[in-house]
């Protein structure tokens, strides 16, 4: 969606980061026998056009 390369790393790294969470909190989720595995990809769209600026993303 971006153009500027510094606010797509600070965007993928929050990605990896939340990714890393979700698996985690999975993982206690399986071993305490409860349901876990939900899929982050509902809340995300193919869209090609951002509704947001870069400089609201920042914020």
């Known amino acids: 969606m971006t ?3 510094e606010i797509k790393k600070f965007l993928l790294d929050g990605k990896d980061l939340a990714q890393k ?5 999975n993982k206690v989720l ?15 769209t193919d869209s090609t ?9 920042m914020f």
Do not use: T, Y
Not at 21 to 25: K, M, N, S, T
Not at 35 to 41: F, T
């Open 21 to 25: 969470q979700i698996d985690i909190f």
């Open 49 to 57: 056009f951002s509704p947001f600026s870069d400089r609201l993303i």
């Open 30 to 44: 399986k071993e305490a026998e409860h349901l876990g595995n939900i899929p982050v990809s509902i809340e995300v």
């Open 3 to 5: 153009k500027d390369k």
